[in-house]
């Protein structure tokens, strides 16, 4: 599972909203809105990839959010 806490977090940290973050990675905002609210279980390893690099996300924090098996 995602850990979306941290997802927010860092979209915030690069203050970017979700919908500046889907349009950088190619992706209406309403798709991403629900791929967030639906504690990110349908995201694709593309968009991992692509969210991880427009973040400037470490593999730590990669792995922290997009493989995290327990979320706060």
Not at 1 to 14: D, T
Not at 36 to 53: C, H, P, R, V, Y
């Amino acid at each position: 599972m995602v850990n979306v806490n941290k997802l927010k977090g860092k979209i915030v940290e690069c203050e970017l909203s979700v919908a500046e973050l889907a349009n950088k990675i190619g992706i209406d905002k309403a798709t991403l809105y629900r791929k967030i609210n639906s504690d990110g279980k349908n995201f694709t390893i593309e968009e991992a990839d692509l969210i991880s690099k427009e973040l400037m996300l470490s593999s730590k924090e990669v792995n922290a959010i997009f493989f995290s098996q327990f979320v706060a």
